[in-house]
């Protein structure tokens, strides 16, 4: 079975700049999980989209935003880009969420110049 | 606010013998606890989970034990490997209605390096 995909793989994006990520799920997953890595804060809660619908949102500016589709592929959009929104972000899928190991890709890492 | 703790950054064992790491957590409706492994340019990957009725869930060389009283979770390996040697993090959630079942919470991680 296919893991997580993601992609871009790496992204060097300026400030100001908007910016979209792409999440693919373990085939039959329908929840989508987004984290940021950052080396001073580790792995923080973005968003999780199920059924196409945003079921919880972490302690991010509304910069940050998601979407799932109805094949349960995933994209997240950063706009107006600031040099703090350099990290790696992570996405994960599960079948349902609900009490279930989140399986991850390997990111995207955005550095922002 | 950290409810996620894991207080060694860093740990160092020699091959075949027992890893011991440690979480300690804040929040008391967490009920779901996972551990992953993390190698450098690759995302984290599931290892064990282990729900609040047990205390206790193993899993080849890999064992999670619970104490809720304690708000304490920690994995050992056993006997641990040099391909063990990557960042361990330590996750919870809770699986009350206000939709938190869906979020994992996130330890800093632990680098364990296993010594030939």
């Known amino acids: 079975k296919a893991g997580v995909t993601q992609t871009p793989r790496y992204l060097i994006k300026t400030r100001g700049q908007q910016v979209t990520l792409s999440c693919s799920p373990i085939s039959g997953h329908r929840s989508v999980s987004w984290y940021q890595q950052t080396p001073g804060q580790g792995l923080q809660f973005l968003f999780e989209y199920f059924s196409e619908t945003q079921r919880n949102k972490g302690n991010f500016p509304g910069r940050f935003s998601g979407r799932q589709f109805s094949n349960s592929r995933s994209e997240m959009n950063v706009s107006t880009l600031e040099l703090g929104d350099s990290a790696l972000y992570l996405c994960?899928?599960?079948?349902?969420?609900?009490?279930?190991?989140?399986?991850f890709g390997d990111g995207t890492r955005l550095s922002i110049l | 606010d950290q409810q996620v703790k894991q207080n060694s950054p860093s740990l160092s064992v020699q091959e075949g013998r027992i890893s011991i790491l440690n979480c300690d957590y804040t929040?008391?409706?967490?009920?779901?606890f996972l551990w992953y492994k993390k190698y450098p340019a690759e995302g984290p990957t599931f290892l064990i989970s282990i729900s609040s009725i047990k205390d206790k869930n193993e899993d080849g060389r890999f064992t999670v034990f619970l104490n809720k009283s304690a708000k304490h979770l920690s994995l050992h390996i056993v006997p641990s490997q040099p391909g063990d040697s990557a960042v361990y993090f330590c996750a919870a959630s809770t699986s009350n209605s206000g939709g938190s079942n869906y979020k994992l919470t996130f330890g800093k991680g632990t680098l364990l390096t296993v010594n030939p």
């Open positions: 994960a899928s599960s079948e349902t969420g609900e009490n279930q190991p989140q399986h």
């Open positions: 929040n008391s409706m967490f009920d779901y």
